[in-house]
């Protein structure tokens, strides 16, 4: 008994052993920290994640035709060069984010890529009795900000301020001449959902105009280089109408009671989904314009609050923005003082946009409220509410703030979801080849367990066999014990 314990001992010994040897293989190589050091279900769910909100984030969709681009800096033959932009809001705000936005190009590998971002850089901000400042934030090249084509988001914390500064200390090429500058689209800060840089003081250390589409002011002007395609929403037409030139049109808004109001947004209207497309990017809007706000219907009291001259095409963008100084009214007339020319018909002018907004502490008071125009306005087929719904061509309309972010957290995504991806193609391919390697280890083992129990049991059988003999030795020595004491007792 005890010879056949050892045995299976044995044979369970040599199969832990083989398995052993088949966890170690298995076990995957994991390094510190990261995407390796996460297990399997979690980067799977990752993935989920990724998936389920970028399916509720804006799209990038790029402005085409002819427009303002931005601000551009003084060239350079190499990059270790200090520029710098400074916008002055006039007051003193709580910021709690700045976004930089590119200036965007096409590239023939990498399709669309921001040109002239700073590799190096960092945000100041002051108030007017500090005018050294406080860094916010700061930034180098080894922190994956490029390559993009979003916009950047800077957090500030409520941070107090009268000022922003952003200055760089590395330039990066800009493509098509392979010199040194610094350029961005747009800068924005936001103190709640207000962005308080809108149409500000801007102030460079260098300033290079080429043509009409560069300039400093155009910084801080609210033109950026995407339409606004959110993710969610039914899309909507835009308003047109011809416009009786004997009698020039006015739209009224009505919000049903006063609110403090302090900025307008315009919505051109939006570019067909053909390539190219059948009409310039300024068709529909007025030349001149004026906002009037009133707490009375027949405008008795009103308040001009802006006056908008568009000299050309570089003042026009698919989203306007005006701020102004905030007025408490009930109702709102945009009155047309010269309206565009339709490039079909050059003797009947057209009238048209997407949407009106006016905000409140950066929020469209304006959505779903009723609106009025004079007869010169009056289109049958497509209704004056299409101007209040809140929906353009893609959909939704989002605030800018909410804009911007969702633009920058899609980048965010996009980045991460290859890298999640790569790492659960590894892990897969990990796993299959350990399920092969585990169907090799699981034929050995079960070779050898079957060979020991083979051996195990001609040994069985030998003892067997030895026993036996020696039974049949000790009976034959026994037998002939007896035989001979009978015949000794028989003598």
């Not at 035709?65 to 931005?70: E, L, Q, S």
């Not at 500030?156 to 760089?168: F, P, Q």
């Not at 008071?365 to 289109?379: E, F, M, Q, Y």
């Amino acid at each position: 008994m005890a010879t056949k314990a050892h045995q299976s001992r044995r044979v369970v010994l040599f199969a832990s052993w083989l398995l052993g040897g088949a966890c170690m293989a298995m076990t995957p190589h994991a390094s510190p920290g990261g995407l390796h050091s996460q297990p399997l279900s979690r980067l799977e769910q990752r993935r989920m994640d990724i998936d389920s909100e970028l399916a509720t984030l804006a799209n990038y969709s790029l402005r085409s035709g002819t427009g303002a681009i931005g601000y551009r800096s003084t060239y350079h033959t190499d990059e270790v060069h200090s520029e710098w932009v400074e916008i002055d809001f006039g007051s003193e705000f709580p910021l709690d984010e700045v976004v930089l936005v590119p200036v965007i190009r096409r590239d023939a590998q990498t399709e669309f890529q921001a040109d002239g971002f700073p590799k190096r850089f960092r945000l100041i901000a002051g108030t007017a009795d500090d005018r050294e400042g406080t860094v916010i934030a700061e930034y180098a090249d080894d922190q994956n900000i490029l390559p993009r084509s979003a916009p950047f988001v800077i957090p500030c914390n409520a941070h107090s301020a009268s000022w922003i500064r952003i200055e760089t200390t590395h330039l990066s090429i800009r493509a098509f001449d392979e010199r040194y500058v610094f350029q961005l689209s747009e800068i924005m800060a936001f103190s709640g959902q207000e962005n308080v840089a809108l149409h500000k003081n801007v102030q460079s250390k260098s300033n290079r105009r080429d043509g009409f589409a560069w300039d400093k002011n155009f910084i801080a002007d609210g033109f950026v280089p995407y339409l606004m395609d959110a993710a969610t929403g039914k899309k909507s037409v835009a308003f047109m109408s011809r416009i009786n030139t004997n009698t020039l049109p006015s739209l009224t808004i009505d919000l049903g009671e006063s609110h403090p109001v302090s900025g307008l947004h315009l919505h051109a209207v939006d570019p067909s989904d053909v390539l190219p497309q059948a009409l310039p990017s300024d068709f529909g809007i007025p030349k001149k314009m004026t906002l009037e706000g009133a707490k009375q219907a027949d405008f008795s009291d009103a308040e001009l609050l802006l006056n908008l001259q568009l000299d050309s095409i570089y003042d026009m963008a698919p989203v306007m923005m005006w701020p102004f100084a905030e007025n408490t009214n009930r109702y709102f007339r945009l009155s047309i003082n010269a309206p565009s020319s339709d490039p079909r018909s050059l003797d009947t002018p057209r009238f048209g946009f997407a949407e009106i907004e006016l905000l409140s502490s950066g929020e469209n008071i304006a959505r779903g409220k009723p609106i009025s125009a004079t007869d010169a306005l009056i289109n049958p087929q497509r209704p004056l509410s299409l101007l209040t719904d809140g929906r353009n061509m893609y959909g939704t309309i989002l605030p800018i703030r909410n804009w911007m972010e969702q633009l920058a957290r899609r980048h965010d995504l996009e980045t991460e979801r290859p890298l999640v991806e790569q790492e659960l193609k590894m892990r897969y391919e990990r796993q299959q080849t350990n399920l092969h390697r585990l169907g090799w280890l699981s034929t050995v083992l079960a070779a050898g367990i079957v060979l020991i129990l083979l051996i195990d049991r001609l040994l069985r059988m030998r003892e067997i066999r030895g026993i036996e003999q020696r039974i049949a030795a000790d009976l034959h020595d026994e037998l002939g014990a007896n035989l001979h004491t009978i015949g000794l007792l028989s003598d």
